[in-house]
């Protein structure tokens, strides 16, 4: 009997390293000329950055400020997706960005038509908010990991449990 091998594709941010990042970017504009004395905050609340500033170019800055220090801690930038400037209380601005924990239903079935077209012996299934990729040949899981990755389905993925 032959064995099975498989790997999972998951999408998932470590939020220690997303609060390591935003109390960087705090201190930062603490100290930086143009933002110091002014309304910029960033907090993270349950899977969401709220972005606050006095203005949409001070709220720009603290966007870049923010992006910074998430590649610094090898947070992906795929995986963080903003919502439309909002006027706030006291004539400041607000955005909110959310963080993508999981992989989109949609997404998924993407991934899984991607394998299904490629041709390759291999089983692809949905379980929660991850894709399984299932072969009796690593050859062509590692086929898979290959073309996954030079493909942009516009979402952050990793390749774990890979058996």
């Not at 690593?138 to 086929?143: A, G, W």
């Amino acid at each position: 009997m032959a064995a099975e091998y498989s790997f999972d594709i998951v999408s998932k941010i470590d939020l220690q390293e997303v609060t390591n990042a935003v109390q960087q970017t705090m201190k930062e504009v603490q100290t930086r000329f143009d933002l110091k004395g002014s309304k910029c905050h960033v907090t993270l609340v349950e899977g969401e950055l709220d972005l606050t500033a006095d203005d949409e170019y001070k709220l720009k800055s603290l966007k870049e400020i923010l992006e910074q220090k998430l590649v610094k801690r090898h947070v992906p930038l795929k995986g963080l997706t903003y919502g439309k400037v909002l006027e706030a209380l006291q004539g400041t601005v607000k955005q909110v960005g959310s963080l993508q924990q999981g992989i989109p239903q949609e997404k998924g079935k993407e991934i899984i038509k991607l394998v299904k077209n490629s041709k390759l012996k291999v089983q692809a299934s949905i379980q929660g908010d991850q894709v399984r990729i299932s072969s009796r040949d690593k050859d062509s899981l590692q086929t898979v990991i290959k073309m996954l990755r030079e493909t942009d389905l516009g979402i952050n993925m990793q390749f774990t449990n890979y058996r």
